[in-house]
T-cell receptor, first 108, second 113 residues
Framework: DAKTTQPNSMESNEEEPVHLPCNHS???????IHWYRQLPSQGPEYVIH???SNVNNRMASLAIAEDRKSSTLILHRATLRDAAVYYC?????????FGAGTRLTVKP | NAGVTQTPKFRILKIGQSMTLQCTQD?????MYWYRQDPGMGLKLIYY???????DKGEVPNGYNVSRSTTEDFPLRLELAAPSQTSVYFC????????????FGSGTQLSVL
């Protein structure tokens, strides 16, 4: 099974950019890369996804390496409300399995 | 749309009791999922369903059962509750498609004492 590897935790200062890395060296050609985040005491929420090209939306940007073995979620200006656990997930078949994620702390 | 609705929000069970966690969605999504999240940990997939009448095991199915008689509902049954099943349970759904996003409910906090 294709799996992802993320750092356990990261810190950022408010209003600075944050780059959250994810390694997925065994990714297959048809796996989409999804990112979700989980705010304290809430269920996860969708952030962004992509296949090969870099993607942007109102929440974040997703940069995908050319060989697709890694990706980076970019929050352009972190706010205190962005403090959450961020999950990088590969879509395999029909199930969607979450890893441990990266806990992002945003300092004022 | 209400989205994904889970009931109850909180429940305390005694060891050996049984209960059903309810999950319903009003988005006509074919795919539904049950996850559990232990304190300070990530989500673990328990069961999922790709449509009415079809269910499949995830990573941690032991001690649980599911059914999918309608598109809207995907209940999770706990038989003979054990302290190891103390967790927060999340239900999610999505449309059919290779890159459709998951929508989550607000969770059920279950304690088995």
């Amino acid at each position: 099974d294709a799996k992802t590897t993320q750092p356990n935790s990261m810190e950022s200062n408010e209003e600075e950019p944050v780059h959250l890395p994810c390694n997925h060296s065994t990714i297959s050609g048809t796996d989409y890369i999804h990112w979700y985040r989980q705010l304290p005491s809430q269920g996860p929420e969708y952030v962004i996804h992509g296949l090969t090209s870099n993607v942007n939306n109102r929440m974040a940007s997703l940069a995908i390496a050319e060989d697709r073995k890694s990706s980076t979620l970019i929050l352009h200006r972190a706010t205190l409300r962005d403090a959450a656990v961020y999950y990088c997930i590969l879509r395999e078949n029909n199930d969607m399995r979450f890893g441990a994620g990266t806990r992002l702390t945003v300092k004022p | 749309n209400a989205g994904v609705t889970q009931t109850p929000k909180f429940r305390i069970l005694k060891i050996g009791q049984s209960m059903t966690l309810q999950c319903t969605q009003d988005m006509n999504h074919n795919y539904m999922y049950w996850y559990r999240q232990d304190p300070g940990m990530g989500l673990k997939l328990i069961y999922y369903s790709v449509g009415a009448g079809i269910t499949d095991k995830g990573e941690v199915p032991n001690g649980y059962n599911v059914s999918r008689s309608t598109t809207e509902d995907f209940p999770l049954r706990l038989e003979l509750a054990a302290p190891s099943q103390t967790s927060v349970y999340f239900c999610a759904s999505r449309r059919t498609g290779t890159n459709e996003k998951l929508f989550f409910g607000s969770g059920t906090q279950l304690s088995v004492l």
